[in-house]
């Protein structure tokens, strides 16, 4: 007897019922047993368009006619073979339910599916099921436990591991992110959940018109260890009240976030107008748009509302905004700021960020290229408000004196903003052009770009030769400083006991190339002092120089800075580099002969709001006891006349000289540009820190921040990652090794870094602005 439960069988029985037009009888042993059989092994023998050779016989009519009542119940019996379920939770046919979640609808649906069906056909059978008349073409299919978009949709559920217990979602891939601005202000975006973070900042920086996006990064918001926990109501309301204050739309609005939404009609935020033809778009004077609205921002939601606002300074309007923020304490609460940077190489739901949440917008590595004021009024407010934040929360240290200087550009920037644009553009065409030129000599020069041309006409190495004192300190030993003949050539300094042992050999010698400037100047205590740790085979050797005025001291820094960085005198940087540290100084200088200054302008400042809470609490120890709640009337016109002083040394500039003067000051400060970890180093048996800058790498005492060892990226010939154990090591010239594991935050987010900056120093002014996303990739994402 010839059965029919395989595929064998029915091609069998397909041959017996149509040989020779159904001549003879059926197969012995045919009977519904069959039915068994897949449907698809028997769609062949449905004979609804047979065409006989000849015409037909009354029995062989009457064997047609009973193939197919047989056909018919098999297809009778299949279909309720089509609802039995097996043990396994498969169904006898082959199938098995996939459960799906729709979140627009928050509705669960259930499909019958094969392995062998690929992630289109389980969409489009998702949304035929649904019958809801919508645009899903933004939707795509999210897998909750192993927390991956099912983006490749030729893929099948096979070649994804997905089973009958798998719980996907179908989501869409734009969504509304609450995302905080370096000032401080909230705005709504949509922003491609499912693109890495890499790109989706690229395409928030193209809305807000910001460019070289790759300077910025996406941060958790840190949490104050201080403070006890609180639901997540109370945090958010908390930040609204502390940090919203101040319209950011068209005053009178009644909101305090600016919806950036999609275009009419799409899914996508707006691109903005990315100045890749580098044409004009801020006036340098004031940074408000040269070209129309519409052109400026395109059909953006910005361009409804006030373009120009985020180039627009908000000054804080209440100083208990300031004293309630987070300031870390200590390096190791900075460190611990540095947990919350995402992977740049990971969507965001792989990252568990949700719909909504708040997260911080900042700039992540300190190397800011090409910065324009014709191209980046956005930007160069942005990096400012970052800056202006990071003094008056103490993030970075200063002086009483550079705190003075930052308050005063911040109290001439806030006035500059208020005022109406139509008195800047009243300006003649002459004044705008000497702007211009000034703003020229100003710009800043960047790190990591293309290596400076040595000028032409040059014919000798320049050099630098004077009295200075030198201090080599030691343990237990009190500050004395010895009087040298020294000369500063190459990037070396000798040192002779007078000018006229000059020609014989020196009494010490220093190569600078590779070490630590860190400048100490006190203007009132005409302190010009210059530290310098200097990198040896066992460590950093301190030397301390001192200069006896404000121009020998701006020479000779200008020189070691260069020289550290393996460049000369000769190098063109090196005048401009003077020229900004004297006018660094001099911003800083007293007014001996202050000006009468009218009350109500006085009345306008609030000191509170424009000087950090230390240097405040350093006046406030001068008062008298009793007065607690209030700082007494002397002592804030005190710190007001101070920084009314200091306010005369830049009350010239214009609004876009003031922010760009504010940045390169900021840049100046000794601890700019410094990333921390906390790391353990291989052989030590301490915590420490790991500092990362744009150009090198520093181990770091973790109690008193200084420097113990710096390893220049020049001389990187390698770095790796041990993923097992999260150990990263850097390997340099000369056979030095160094390891290290980070202990409070993934190694990924230092190799992040490392990766970066090698990145971002392979950028030219020459090149095209597009981004080379895979190089990226390539150098920061790693492997596991």
């Known amino acids: 007897m010839q059965t029919l439960g395989s595929p064998v069988g029915v091609a069998d029985c397909a041959g017996h019922c149509l040989q020779s037009n ?72 082959g199938t098995w339910e996939l459960s799906v979640h729709v979140t627009d609808l928050s509705r669960d649906v259930t499909l019958r599916v094969t392995g062998e069906v690929h992630i289109g056909g389980v969409m489009l059978k998702l949304v035929e099921k649904l019958d809801v008349k919508k645009d899903w073409s933004d939707h795509a299919l999210w897998w909750e436990k192993k927390r991956t978009w099912l983006l490749k949709t030729h893929w099948t559920l096979d070649k994804y ?52 996006p790759e300077e910025l990064s996406l941060l958790k918001k840190p949490r104050d260890p ?58 340098a004077h004031d940074g408000s748009p040269l070209s129309p609205t519409s ?18 300074s908000q000054p804080i309007t209440s100083p208990e905004i300031l004293a309630k923020m987070f300031k870390p304490q200590a390096l190791l609460d900075k460190a611990k700021i540095n947990q919350g940077w995402l992977d740049s190489s990971r969507s965001l739901m792989e990252q568990d960020v949700k719909e909504n949440e708040a997260l911080l917008l900042r700039f992540k590595y300190y190397s800011f290229f090409d910065l324009n004021p014709k191209y980046d009024a956005i930007r160069i407010n942005q990096l400012y408000e970052q800056a202006k934040w990071a003094i008056l929360l103490e993030e970075i240290e200063c002086t009483e004196e550079e705190m003075m200087m930052f308050a005063a550009l911040q109290y001439h920037i806030n006035k500059l903003s208020i005022m109406t644009s139509e008195n800047h553009l009243n300006n003649s065409d002459k004044e705008v052009d000497e702007v211009d030129a000034a703003l020229s000599d100003l710009e800043i020069t960047l790190e990591g770009g293309k290596t400076s041309t040595i000028l032409g006409d040059i014919t000798s190495i320049p050099e630098l030769a004077d009295y200075i004192k030198v201090f080599k300190p030691k343990k237990l030993t009190l500050k004395g400083y010895k009087q040298y003949w020294c000369t500063f050539k190459d990037t070396s300094i000798s040192c002779y006991k007078s000018k006229e042992e000059s020609s014989g050999t020196p009494a010490h010698q220093m190569n600078l190339r590779g070490c630590e400037v860190t400048p100490d100047v006190n203007i009132s ?81 609030n000191p509170e709001c424009l000087v950090s809470p230390r240097y405040l609490k350093k006046y406030k120890n001068k008062q008298e006891k009793g007065c607690k709640k209030q700082m007494p009337g002397y002592i804030r016109d005190l710190i007001t006349a101070r920084i009314l002083e200091a306010h005369q040394n830049v009350a010239q500039m214009s609004l876009i000289e003031a922010k760009m003067r504010f940045i390169q000051a900021w840049q100046s400060l000794p601890e700019f540009g410094i990333t921390h970890f906390i790391a353990r180093f291989q052989g030590g048996k301490k915590e420490e820190l790991i500092g990362i800058a744009y150009n090198r790498l520093i181990r770091m005492d973790a109690g ?39 202990t409070e935050v993934d190694c990924k987010v230092v190799h992040e870094f490392i990766g970066g900056y090698i990145f971002l120093s392979t950028r030219a002014k020459d090149q095209n602005e597009s981004l080379d996303e895979e190089m990226f990739y390539k150098l920061t994402s790693g492997w596991v």
Request: aromatic fraction near 10%.
């Open 22 to 93: 159904f001549c003879g009888s059926p197969p012995s042993g045919l009977s519904h047993s069959f039915v068994g059989c897949s449907w698809s092994w028997l769609g062949h023998l449905l004979f609804k368009d047979f065409v006989p050779r000849a015409p037909l016989s009354s029995s062989r009519s009457a064997t047609l006619l009973t193939a197919r009542r047989l056909l018919d119940s098999l297809q009778e019996g299949a279909m309720a073979l089509d609802g039995i379920r097996m043990p396994d939770g498969c169904y006898a046919d």
């Open 161 to 212: 591991g997905i089973q009958a217990d798998a719980k996907l979602q179908f989501t869409p891939q734009h969504k509304l992110l609450r995302l905080q601005l370096p000032n401080m202000k909230y705005v709504k975006v949509k922003v491609n959940f499912s693109d890495r973070v890499f790109k989706a900042v690229s395409d928030i920086c193209k809305t807000f018109n910001i460019r070289h």
């Open 226 to 283: 201080t403070k006890k926990k609180k639901k997540k109501l109370d945090d958010q309301s908390e930040d609204e009240a502390l940090e919203l204050e101040g319209p950011l739309i068209t005053p009178g609005s009644g909101t305090d976030v600016l919806y950036i939404g999609p275009l009419k009609g799409s899914i996508y935020s707006s691109p903005g107008l990315y100045s890749k033809t580098m044409t004009p778009t801020y006036d």
């Open 295 to 312: 052109a400026w921002f395109g059909d953006s939601a910005l361009s409804e509302g006030n373009p120009g606002i985020l180039a627009v």
């Open 525 to 605: 205590g005409q302190k010009f002092n210059i530290k310098l740790l200097i990198p040896v085979a066992d460590g950093m050797n301190e030397i301390w120089l001192r200069c006896d005025n404000e121009k020998q001291y701006a020479h000779w820094m200008a020189a070691c800075r260069l020289a550290s960085k393996g460049k000369t005198m000769a190098d063109s940087s090196y005048n401009p580099e003077v020229q900004n540290i004297l006018s660094f100084l001099k911003m800083q200088h007293l007014n001996p002969d202050p000006q009468f200054i009218p009350e109500q302008i006085t009345a306008d400042i």
């Open 704 to 742: 008193t921040g200084d420097a113990i060892k710096t390893w220049r990226f020049s001389n990187m010939k390698q770095w790796n990652v041990n993923w097992e154990i999260k150990m990263v090591t850097v390997e340099f010239a000369d056979e030095v090794r160094l390891s290290f594991i980070c």
